[in-house]
C-alpha cells in the first residue's frame, strides 16, 4: 500500500509542481488568449465581487475570440484593468458615477483596449464618472448598494440587439427577490470582500484552482495543432465554427439565424422597459436606452445565406421603443451610414464593435447624455409634446394602464435624437 501511494505521489508530482508555478510563479496570463478569459471569475460570480477578478492589470497580446485562431484572426496588444469591484474600471477613473451603463460585452470591450472602451471613451467627453456595470443586467443594478447614494443621473441601457428578449424588470419580485437570506449573504460577503484585500485575494485563488487555465490552454493548442496537421498532410480545406462572410471579410456569430424575426413580443418588453423608466426617474435617474446592432443587421448583404433585403425588427423596436416615450439611440442609422465608409464597425474575427463603432455611439448618445448630466429638464425636450401628455397622464395614475392598453401604438412620435 505504501509503495502504491509513493508511486502515486512520484506519478502526481509533476503535475503538482506545473500546478505550483501556475498559480504562484507565473503571470496570471500565462495560459490564456485573452484578458478576458484570464481574468472572468467562474465559480464566485456576484458573490464577492463583480464579473472579473479586481484590482487586476493586464497587458498582452490577444487572440483568440470566435475566429482569432483562424486564417482571420487578427493579434492585438490590448490593455484591461479591473477596478476593487471587479469591474473593466481603472481605479483612477473619476467617481462617484454621474453615468453607469449597464451593458453586455460590448460594454466590457471584448477584444479592445482598456481606453477605446465605451465608459472610458464617454467619461473623456464627459468629463465626468461613468461607471460601466457589465456584463450585468438589470436586476443586480437593482439589488447594487453603492448605486443607492449618490444615485446617478442616467443609467444607460447599452444592450446588443440578440439580448434585447432577456430585459426583464419587475420591481415586487426584485425586492422580495433581496430579502431572500441567500442574496442578502451575497450582500455581505460583497462587502467583506470590498474592506479586505486578504478576502479578495483568497477568493481569487480558489477560482484560479477551479478554473485549471493551464489544462485548457494545453487541450487548445494541441487541437488546434491537429487541426493544423491534417489541413497541411491531406490538402484539407479550413473550417470555421461561425458563418464566414460571402466576400471572405469577416465571420458572425449566428449568422442568417440572426435575420430571423425574434420569438418574443415587443409590447410586453416595452412595457417592462416604461416601469424601469420609471422607476428610475422616482429616484431622481433619466433613463437612455441604446440598442446596440447585431454585426448581421449592419452587414446583412455579407451573411451565407440571407437573401433578404435590410432587416427592419431594429428601426422597428427603436420607433416603438420612442413611442412609449423612451429616450432612445438611434445607433443602427448612424452604423449604415457609416459602413458607406469602407472601414469596418466590427471586429474581423469576433461579432463585437471596434474603436470605430465605438466613437461613433459616443457621438450619438454623449449629447443627451450630457444634457441630463447638466441638470436639463428631464424627458419633456427629448420626448416631445406628446410625452407631456403622457406626464400628465401619469400625474392621474393612468401613464403604464394607457401604455399597456394601446400596446405603445397610438402615443405620438418623438423626434429624433
Do not use: K
Given at each position: 500500500m505504501k509503495r502504491l501511494a509513493r508511486n502515486l505521489f512520484l506519478f502526481s508530482l509533476p503535475l503538482l509542481v506545473l500546478e505550483f508555478c501556475e498559480l504562484f510563479v507565473w503571470p496570471l496570463d500565462e495560459f490564456t488568449f485573452r484578458p478576458w478569459e484570464?481574468?472572468?471569475?467562474?465559480?464566485?460570480?456576484?458573490?464577492?465581487?463583480g464579473p472579473f477578478y479586481p484590482d487586476r492589470r493586464i497587458e498582452m497580446v490577444e487572440q483568440g475570440g470566435?475566429?482569432?485562431?483562424?486564417?482571420?484572426?487578427?493579434?492585438?496588444?490590448?490593455?484591461?484593468?479591473?477596478d476593487r469591484f471587479g469591474y473593466r474600471r481603472?481605479?483612477?477613473?473619476?467617481?462617484?458615477?454621474t453615468v453607469v451603463i449597464i451593458g453586455d460585452s460590448n460594454t466590457v470591450g471584448a477584444g479592445l483596449d482598456q481606453n477605446e472602451t465605451l465608459a472610458h471613451r464617454l467619461e473623456q467627453e464627459l468629463e465626468t464618472g461613468v461607471y460601466p456595470f457589465a456584463p450585468r443586467r438589470v436586476r443586480n443594478f437593482h439589488h447594487e448598494e453603492r448605486f443607492r447614494e449618490p444615485r446617478p443621473r442616467v443609467v444607460l441601457l447599452a444592450t446588443i440587439e440578440r439580448y434585447l428578449g432577456k430585459f426583464e424588470f419587475d420591481e415586487k419580485r426584485f425586492d422580495s427577490h433581496?430579502?431572500?437570506?441567500?442574496?442578502?449573504?451575497?450582500?455581505?460577503l460583497h462587502r467583506a470582500a470590498l474592506d479586505s484585500a486578504a478576502v479578495r485575494n483568497l477568493v481569487v485563488f480558489q477560482d484560479r484552482v477551479r478554473k485549471q487555465a493551464m489544462v485548457h490552454y494545453a487541450v487548445a493548442q494541441i487541437r488546434r495543432s491537429a487541426d493544423r496537421w491534417m489541413m497541411n498532410s491531406f490538402g484539407l480545406e479550413e473550417t470555421f465554427r461561425y458563418p464566414v462572410a460571402t466576400d471572405q471579410s469577416m465571420v458572425f456569430l449566428e449568422g442568417?439565424?440572426?435575420?430571423?424575426?425574434?420569438d418574443w413580443e415587443t409590447a410586453p418588453l416595452l412595457e417592462q422597459?416604461?416601469?424601469?423608466?420609471?422607476?428610475?426617474?422616482?429616484?431622481?435617474?433619466?433613463l437612455v436606452f441604446m440598442p446596440i446592432p447585431n454585426k448581421e443587421t449592419v452587414y446583412y448583404d455579407k451573411v451565407p445565406g440571407y437573401t433578404g433585403g435590410a432587416p427592419a425588427f431594429l428601426t422597428d423596436f427603436i420607433a416603438r421603443a420612442r413611442r412609449a416615450g423612451?429616450?432612445?439611440?438611434?445607433?443602427?442609422?448612424?452604423?449604415?451610414?457609416a459602413r458607406e465608409q469602407s472601414d469596418l464597425l466590427y471586429l474581423v474575427d469576433d461579432s463585437h464593435w471596434n474603436a470605430r463603432a465605438v466613437n461613433i455611439a459616443v457621438a450619438e448618445v454623449a449629447p443627451q447624455l450630457r444634457r441630463a448630466v447638466r441638470g436639463a429638464p428631464e424627458s419633456v425636450a427629448a420626448r416631445g409634446q406628446v410625452q407631456q401628455q403622457v406626464i400628465g397622464q401619469r400625474a392621474g395614475?393612468?401613464?403604464?394602464?394607457?401604455v399597456r392598453a394601446e400596446r405603445v401604438h397610438r402615443i405620438g412620435p418623438q423626434p429624433r435624437l
Open positions: 484570464a481574468l472572468v471569475a467562474t465559480s464566485f460570480d456576484g458573490a464577492v465581487t470566435e475566429a482569432g485562431h483562424s486564417s482571420l484572426g487578427v493579434r492585438h496588444r490590448t490593455m484591461f484593468e479591473t481603472a481605479a483612477s477613473e473619476r467617481d462617484p458615477a433581496a430579502e431572500r437570506i441567500d442574496i442578502r449573504l451575497r450582500a455581505a442568417a439565424a440572426a435575420l430571423e424575426p425574434p422597459m416604461v416601469e424601469f423608466r420609471d422607476w428610475l426617474e422616482r429616484r431622481g435617474t433619466q423612451i429616450v432612445t439611440i438611434d445607433l443602427l442609422s448612424a452604423y449604415r451610414a395614475g393612468q401613464a403604464l394602464a394607457q
